[in-house]
């Protein structure tokens, strides 16, 4: 099978499971860049890029519906990657895997605000975390990026901590944006040569979603 394209820009070299992506044959669907939603233009507005999940119950019906609800929480979709399976990450006793997909939206949320938007969001899909970390959910929401910003705070740290652990988050952002440079200077494309990356199960989805609401 062909080498997946990733814009017009060359996929990084891997080999293992990681590869599954990359051996993938697929071209992006003009859908997956639509604008929707869109607010008056203002100066003001954050480009933030965000990881959603799903591993519990209908996965692709909860992202679809998080991508619809966004803007409700003043947060508006701009472009999503490919729909993607993963195996869960983490010391979680449950194997369901996950359906990824990262999404760069814009909002004039600053960080914390943004934060408590978005968990809102996940409490109104059904998301309760009595039960402790690691466990399956309707709906995760991480945010990955806040333009350049670095931001530190105990409720949370931008860039995301554990973004260069992780492929379902890594490989939607280096989908839709291959030449996107970290605060730090590291190119995102760089991050995926991590040889703690290879053996992670990631495969694009049989379906996929698109900011028209299909």
Not at 94 to 107: C, F, H, I, M, S
Request: hydrophobic content about 35%; proline content about 11%; charged content about 20%.
């Amino acid at each position: 099978m062909g080498a997946a394209r990733v814009g017009s820009s060359p996929t990084p070299r891997t080999s293992g499971r990681l590869a599954q992506w990359q051996s993938a044959s697929f071209t992006p669907r003009r859908s997956l860049v639509q604008v929707q939603h869109r607010p008056p233009c203002r100066e003001e507005m954050a480009r933030v890029y965000l990881s959603l999940g799903s591993n519990l119950g209908d996965r692709l019906q909860h992202l679809r519906t998080a991508l619809r609800r966004l803007p409700a929480y003043g947060v508006y979709p701009r472009q999503i990657s490919h729909v993607y399976e993963t195996a869960p990450v983490g010391e979680t006793p449950d194997p369901r895997p996950y359906l990824n997909l990262g999404v760069w939206a814009e909002t004039e949320h600053p960080p914390l605000a943004l934060l408590d938007a978005l968990k809102a969001l996940e409490r109104e899909q059904g998301r309760h975390d009595q039960g402790g970390r690691w466990l399956p959910r309707p709906l995760d929401i991480d945010i990955i990026l806040y333009d350049q910003l670095t931001f530190q705070h105990e409720r949370l740290v931008i860039p995301h901590p554990r973004m260069h652990e992780r492929a379902f988050v890594l490989v939607p952002l280096v989908e839709m944006t291959p030449d996107w440079v970290l605060p730090d200077g590291t190119p995102v494309r760089a991050l995926l040569t991590n040889p703690a990356l290879q053996q992670q199960e990631i495969r694009p989805y049989e379906a996929s979603l698109s900011l028209s609401g299909d």
